[in-house]
């Protein structure tokens, strides 16, 4: 806390998982002499840079960029890229700490970065935002490299806006390589990317009931955020069986007692992806449901919760009120949307709570393929990349089991997220000596 200043996000992501792994080094000296957690903890890099562009006006602005490079221990720096007005320094270091364990646990050849800025895409035009991106990329094109750092998108960062970042980078160093992932699948994109972290997220939804002798069909789920993440995890839940009541968006959250469906989802995605992003007008479309403006979800009766909107979105008396009407399981969508006392509450109640780390690995997993694609300059079909997310899901549940596993037969999968995560970069850090 001394040596991060205020840094509160990177404290509490810090704290998440240096209390499990505590107890799993408690007798292991040599993790302790190498100060591998101190050694984590302390990111390889921060870089920050400033990022001018023109607004349409003609005016000069001026941004901050970053990219925090937290740890390329069993492979190439690997994160998204944030841009919105709330990022700073704190919230990319959890990030990019979290990152490090998360592409741990997918079990490909990945470190963890993360990296953005605190420009605010919403109602920007396309030439701003192009403008934007391309500044950004003429700082951060130097500290990349398809062998060295390769980023991707996060929140405000899609498609359209890698396109702009890739272009730049192509453009600079005269190079078609794989530097960014999350591109268009017609410019070296991979299939699936879009979808990986929503359907990921329900794969180990399903293992985790597997493993309980229960399955989807039927359970009542709520969902925060109407972004990539909680649309897919939607369009996916509701394929699998369940009805989802809720989604979510900054301005408020909108029930539909009876479960969205795939024509709404259809909907949704039209209002959110390609029209003006308001949720509040869908009761004006589809009868008997409610938009509840500054308003979260967790109040809705249900038995899955999946935050998939932002970080801190569930607090300590949200996890209160969702036990209380009888919630069964929560696994986070989007990174470190669980207050720490909130998953603890969880985690004593014997709920089962599917970490960030483990529960939105797809994405980045896809990802992992998109560069073994790129590497070969070969792109792979719809069905093998399918069978690849839902494969690497189900070894991330196995993974977590091997470490989460409680006497009682109750999965502690923060515990064995945390450890199995850590274990991997660790021992590579050990094998190359202490520097
Ligand atoms: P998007 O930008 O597509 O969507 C984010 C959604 O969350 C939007 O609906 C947005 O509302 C809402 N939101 C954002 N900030 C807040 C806030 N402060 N309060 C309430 N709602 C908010 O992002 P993604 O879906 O890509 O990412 C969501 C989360 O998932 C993030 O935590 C991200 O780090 C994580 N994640 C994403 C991955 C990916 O592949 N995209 C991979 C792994 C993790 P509005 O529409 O009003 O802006």
Redesign the pocket.
């Given at each position: 806390v001394r040596r991060n200043p205020g840094e509160l996000e990177f404290h509490q992501a810090v704290f998440e998982v240096v209390q499990d792994i505590f107890v799993f080094i408690r007798d292991k000296e040599i993790y302790h002499s190498a100060q591998i957690l101190r050694r984590l903890a302390e990111p390889d890099r921060v870089i920050s840079f400033r990022v001018c562009w023109e607004d349409d006006g003609g005016n000069i602005r001026v941004q901050r960029g970053y990219r925090v490079q937290n740890s390329n221990a069993i492979g190439p720096y690997k994160g998204?890229l944030?841009f919105?007005r709330?990022v700073n320094q704190s919230i990319l270091k959890f990030?990019a700490f979290e990152q490090t364990f998360k592409n741990s646990l997918t079990g490909l050849p990945m470190g963890g970065a993360k990296g953005g800025s605190d420009f605010n895409p919403?109602g920007k035009s396309e030439r701003e935002i192009m403008r934007f991106c391309q500044s950004f990329m003429t700082e951060l094109y130097r500290h990349i490299g398809e062998d060295t750092d390769v980023p991707a998108?996060?929140?405000?960062v899609?498609a359209r806006e890698i396109g702009y970042m890739f272009g730049q980078y192509k453009r600079i160093s005269n190079r078609y390589v794989g530097v960014l992932t999350g591109k268009g699948v017609d410019w070296g994109g991979s299939l699936v990317r879009t979808e990986?972290?929503g359907y990921g997220l329900l794969y180990f939804v399903e293992e985790m009931l597997k493993y309980r002798n229960e399955h989807l069909e039927g359970k009542r789920v709520v969902i925060?955020?109407?972004?990539?993440?909680?649309l897919h995890a939607a369009e996916k839940a509701i394929a699998l069986g369940a009805q989802v009541l809720t989604v979510?968006?900054?301005?408020g959250f909108l029930h539909d007692p009876v479960g969205i469906d795939s024509d709404k989802i259809k909907w949704l995605k039209a209002c959110?992806f390609l029209g003006d992003?308001d949720l509040a007008s869908y009761p004006t479309t589809f009868a008997g449901t409610a938009y509840y403006a500054e308003k979260r979800p967790w109040a809705i009766p249900c038995d899955i919760a999946l935050p998939?909107?932002?970080?801190n979105?569930i607090s300590l008396d949200d996890a209160r009120t969702l036990i209380a009407n009888g919630v069964s399981l929560v696994a986070e969508?989007?990174?470190m949307?669980t207050h720490n006392d909130a998953v603890h509450l969880f985690r004593d109640a014997k709920i089962l709570f599917g970490p960030?780390k483990a529960a939105?690995a797809g994405?980045?997993a896809v990802s992992g393929l998109e560069m073994s694609q790129n590497s070969q300059r070969l792109y792979w079909k719809e069905e093998q990349l399918h069978s690849l997310l839902r494969e690497v899901m189900q070894d991330i549940h196995s993974r977590c089991l091997r470490y989460g596993l409680q006497d009682d037969g109750h999965v502690d999968y923060s515990r064995g997220a945390n450890i199995a995560g850590f274990k991997k970069v660790a021992d590579a850090m050990l094998a190359f000596g202490v520097v």
């Open positions: 998204g944030r919105h709330s990030l919403k998108g996060d929140i405000g899609g990986a972290t925060s955020g109407a972004g990539n993440v909680a979510s968006d900054s301005g959110k992003g998939c909107a932002t970080q979105e969508g989007a990174n949307p960030a939105n994405g980045v």
